[in-house]
Structure formats: structure tokens, C-alpha cells
T-cell receptor, first 115, second 112 residues
Framework: DGGITQSPKYLFRKEGQNVTLSCEQN?????MYWYRQDPGQGLRLIYY???????QKGDIAEGYSVSREKKESFPLTVTSAQKNPTAFYLC??????????????FGDGTRLSIL | QKEVEQDPGPLSVPEGAIVSLNCTYS??????FMWYRQYSRKGPELLMY????GNKEDGRFTAQVDKSSKYISLFIRDSQPSDSATYLC????????????FGTGTRLKVLA
């Protein structure tokens, strides 16, 4: 079955620690996205990637970093510079970035908490 | 003013009721409209996808778009307890740059 796999489901971060969230898709989609979901605030875009070896900052990129070395994979690192990392993180993909007629599809998220 | 407004609820209805969920938006460039269903501790699942004004039906779900009023709706007929979830509207446009935005979600509870 094609889909998006996020791991782990739950993650805990200590002070000063960087943590990496995994996102893998087998939909053959070019575009991938990372969102942060907080209660009452909807989904906010952290980073997106239109194609392999390319990525762009979204609305709330500070304290986060990404890489896109393979089409299937788009890991997100939450750095120690992100002072309020507790949230539900969602990875999404779509056929192509600028195909506004193609919807985004989501993984099942990673919940990150501070220890 | 937010580009998309969605009542957060919660909305509680008895089983079998017709549910109406709504979003309003301000940017007339939006052309494609989506509804996602999100169960607790899960990712959003694409439920309905529409383009242009009018209705689209899929089983118990009907999506309605009124571009002149910048208003979209999702109707759920014969609601079931398994419909209890948060429903997010989303819309997209490409007008020089790609834009894909979400409402904050409406929490729905269908009571058995």
C-alpha cells in the first residue's frame, strides 16, 4: 500500500538536545512538507521540498532543519534553538509543489514532548 | 483577518443527525477545496476534494462550494459515532506562488 510513514510516533527531547523525525513516502511524489500542529492553531508550514536536494523555509522555520537527499525521504531535525518544540508534527506529500489541483496527503504524525 | 475561518466547535450531535461543517475564506484566488478528517493522535485523511462552485457527493458526505460567497461546507448524512473526529477544511491556489492553507478544524462528536 502506498503511503507516508512517520517515525517514531512519540518522541521526548531533553534540554539542549537535537532530535530527528523521520518521514518516508512510497507514493512517488516530488513534493514533501513538514507541518506543526498546535491546539487551536491549525497546521503551520515549517519546511517544504519541491524536489530532491532542494528545500525552502515555510512560515515557522526557525529552530528546525531538513534535508532531502532521496525522493522518498524528508527528515526534520528539531534543534535546541527551538524553544517551544512540544507539538504534533505532520509530514505530507503531493505529486508536485506547484500543482495546486493536487491535494496533499499526510502521515500519522509524531508527537514531540520536552522532558 | 485570517485567510480561512473555521468554527472550532466542539459540535455534538445525536447519531443519525445531519451535520453541517463550514469554512469561510477571504482570498478569491483559491480554486481547489479539500476536507480532511483527523482522528485523535492520527494524521489528517483526505475526505473530499472539489473544484469550482457546486456540490460533490461521496456516500454520506457532500461537499459544497460557493465561490461567490467564499464559503464551503461539508455535510454528513446519517452521522455515526465513527464520524467523531476533527474536520479540517483546506484550500489551494497557484497565483504566482503556490498556496495551500488549512482551517483550524472543527471537532465533531456523534453521540450513540
Amino acid at each position: 500500500d502506498g503511503g507516508i510513514t512517520q517515525s517514531p510516533k512519540y518522541l521526548f527531547r531533553k534540554e539542549g538536545q537535537n532530535v530527528t523525525l523521520s518521514c518516508e513516502q512510497n507514493l512517488n511524489h516530488d513534493a514533501m512538507y513538514w507541518y506543526r500542529q498546535d491546539p487551536g492553531q491549525g497546521l503551520r508550514l515549517i519546511y517544504y521540498s519541491q524536489i530532491v536536494n532542494d528545500f525552502q523555509k515555510g512560515d515557522i522555520a526557525e529552530g528546525y532543519s531538513v534535508s532531502r537527499e532521496k525522493k522518498e525521504s524528508f527528515p526534520l531535525t528539531v534543534t535546541s534553538a527551538q524553544k517551544n518544540p512540544t507539538a504534533f508534527y505532520l509530514c505530507a506529500s503531493s505529486i508536485a509543489w506547484d500543482y495546486s489541483n493536487q491535494p496533499q496527503h499526510f502521515g500519522d504524525g509524531t508527537r514531540l514532548s520536552i522532558l | 483577518q485570517k485567510e480561512v475561518e473555521q468554527d472550532p466547535g466542539p459540535l455534538s450531535v445525536p447519531e443519525g443527525a445531519i451535520v453541517s461543517l463550514n469554512c469561510t475564506y477571504s482570498n478569491s484566488a483559491f480554486q481547489y477545496f479539500m476536507w480532511y478528517r483527523q482522528y485523535s493522535r492520527k494524521g489528517p485523511e483526505l475526505l473530499m476534494y472539489t473544484y469550482s462552485s457546486g456540490n460533490k457527493e461521496d456516500g454520506r458526505f457532500t461537499a459544497q462550494v460557493d465561490k461567490s460567497s467564499k464559503y464551503i461546507s461539508l455535510f454528513i448524512r446519517d452521522s455515526q459515532p465513527s464520524d467523531s473526529a476533527t474536520y479540517l477544511c483546506a484550500m489551494s491556489a497557484y497565483s504566482g506562488t503556490y498556496k495551500y492553507i488549512f482551517g483550524t478544524g472543527t471537532r465533531l462528536k456523534v453521540l450513540a
